[in-house]
Nanobody, 126 residues
Framework: QVQLVESGGGLVQAGGSLRLSCAAS????????MGWFRQAPGKEREFVAA??????????YYADSVKGRFTISRDNAKNTVYLQMNSLKPEDTAVYYCAGRVGIGVLTTARSYNYWGQGTQVTVSS
């Protein structure tokens, strides 16, 4: 069983930055495909970013709404994936979830993942 624990959420003014972290249990983290999703009140959970690692190369993909502002990265030695969020906007306000599954691939749909964290709140004030 894989456990994912997010941290780093909070309240920030528009234009500010936050870095989310997701710590994973397990000794084979490098084989996990990881992603970030978010869910705002009254809205469906949506894809934010995904990352995969294979053969020493890292692959990532972003939703159009965050491209150029958010950066996903991973530290396999620390079993951790990060989401650096810059130039935050009020519409980025949501609960952010870390997701994972064993395997290679940049996965953009929630149903592709079978491990989820508890979520961390990000609030961007205008």
């Amino acid at each position: 069983q894989v456990q994912l624990v997010e941290s780093g959420g909070g309240l920030v003014q528009a234009g500010g930055s936050l870095r989310l972290s997701c710590a994973a249990s397990g000794r084979t983290f490098s084989t996990y495909a990881m992603g970030w999703f978010r869910q705002a009140p009254g809205k469906e959970r949506e894809f934010v970013a995904a990352i995969s690692w294979s053969g020493g190369s890292t692959y990532s993909y972003y939703a159009d709404s965050v491209k150029g502002r958010f950066t996903i990265s991973r530290d396999n030695a620390k079993n951790t994936v990060y989401l650096q969020m810059n130039s935050l906007k009020p519409e980025d306000t949501a609960v952010y979830y870390c997701a994972g599954r064993v395997g290679i691939g940049v996965l953009t749909t929630a149903r592709s993942y079978n491990y989820w964290g508890q979520g961390t709140q990000v609030t961007v004030s205008s």
